[in-house]
Every structure is written in C-alpha cells, then in structure tokens.
C-alpha cells in the first residue's frame, strides 16, 4: 500500500511538470534614481528544454512609460546550470558587467518600491481582473482593472491589454488614468495578470508588475514586464 501511494504522488508530480514544463522568471526591483523619474528592474531563470541560465536587466523611463534608449540587456550562459542552483549568479553577473548603465541613469539599489499590493491567486483569470488596494502612508486608495485582449490560439496567439487606475485621496479627490498601451500587440503571450504594485519613495509613480503567460514549445513560460505612471 505505501508502494502504491509512493508511486500515485511521483506519477503526479510528473503529470504537473509535464502540464506546465515552462520556465518560471524570478522578478528582480532594483530601485529608482533619486527623483523617481528612472526605475530599474531584472529578472533571469533556467531555460527548461536546455538547461542554461538567463537574466535581463531593464530601465524604464517613468514620465514616458517606456524603455531609456538602450535600456535592455540580456545574457544567456552557453553551458547548463549546475545541480542545485537557480539562475541567480547569471543574474548577479549581468549586473556586475553593467555598471555604466546603473551609473549613466543614478539607480540607487537601495531606493527600491514600496509594496501596495502582492497577488495570493495562484489560479489567476485569463480574463482580466479588478484590485482594490491603499497606500497607508499616503492614505490614497486605489483601484486597478486590467483589460486583456487576444487573437488566435497556441503559437498563433497575441495579445494586448491596458489598465484602468482610479485613484481617491483621503479627502474624496478621484483622479483616473489610463496605462499602458493596447496598440502593442504581443506574440504568444497567452495572459496578463497583476502580480504586484510598488511605489516609489518618494510617492509620485506607481508599478504595476505584470505577470505574462508565455506560450513555449514545450508548454508555457512565465516572464514579467511592468508599466508604470506619475501620479
């Protein structure tokens, strides 16, 4: 009987694996310039189907909502990771070997965002979502609704998608935004869904972290993008 239950729970554990078999990013902040103007932030992980570790490195230009010139950097290792290890130090050595671009834009890794929101659903909707949250230091609350949109299927599939912000101030003050921007269409990103919001120090720019469902040869992968606005 303790045979068949060993069994039961690694046949499982395989029919997951091989129902996912993507790569899961790991999202990096790595903080503002001093004015809040810049916002710098990585992510890396292990390609599944060949093992070899990557990291990437971003900085956003935050009035505009989009990348400074030159702005993303990537790296691959050529050989596979090493048992027991996750990507980081390909990550670490990206940074390391880009200091000028860290230097060039004053990111202070130590001015990182401050969390207003971190999403507990592990089964997100493929269909948008609506999230209420508030900035205690301020007192202004929020509410985010992330329109998604898409065309075709499997390796054909694209999609886009744009956020509806509203924001009230403790004395009823509302203000809305738009973020984003729909006429970008993605290919093969399945879905969209918030994975956290930040703010930064000094309370002027708002983060959206999004989380995007990739789909990969061998099933789907999880990588991050974020879209950002002065409030």
């Keep these: 009987m303790l045979l068949k239950k060993i069994i ?40 599944s189907h060949i093992l070899k570790p990557w990291a990437e490195l971003y900085v956003v230009d935050v009035p505009a909502n989009n990348f400074v010139p030159n702005g993303k950097v990537s790296y691959t290792q050529d050989s596979p990771i090493k048992a027991g290890q996750d990507g980081s130090g390909v ?30 659903d592990e089964n997100p909707s493929p269909d948008g979502e609506t999230i209420d949250f508030r900035d ?49 269409k993605r290919q093969k990103i399945e879905t969209y869904n918030i994975s956290r919001v930040l703010i930064d120090p000094r309370g002027e720019s708002i983060i959206f972290i999004i989380e995007m469902k990739r789909v990969s040869d061998s099933g789907y992968d999880i990588r991050y993008m974020v879209e950002v606005q002065r409030l």
């Design 136 to 184: 205690f230091l301020s007192g202004n609350a929020y509410k985010a609704e992330l329109i998604p949109y898409r065309e075709g299927s499997g390796q054909n599939v694209r999609s886009w998608f744009y956020i509806n912000l509203e924001s009230r101030t403790q004395s009823g003050q509302i203000k809305n935004y738009t973020i984003g921007n729909p006429q970008i």
């Design 91 to 120: 990550f670490y050595r990206l940074v390391a070997n880009n200091s000028a671009l860290t230097g060039r834009y004053n990111i202070n890794f130590q001015n990182q965002g401050l969390p207003l929101y971190i999403s507990r």
């Design 8 to 47: 039961l729970i690694i046949s499982l554990i395989f029919i997951c694996t091989f129902a996912w078999a993507g790569d899961v990013a790991s999202f990096i902040d790595m903080g503002f310039s001093p004015d809040g103007k810049t916002y710098m932030f990585g992510q890396y992980g292990v390609l």
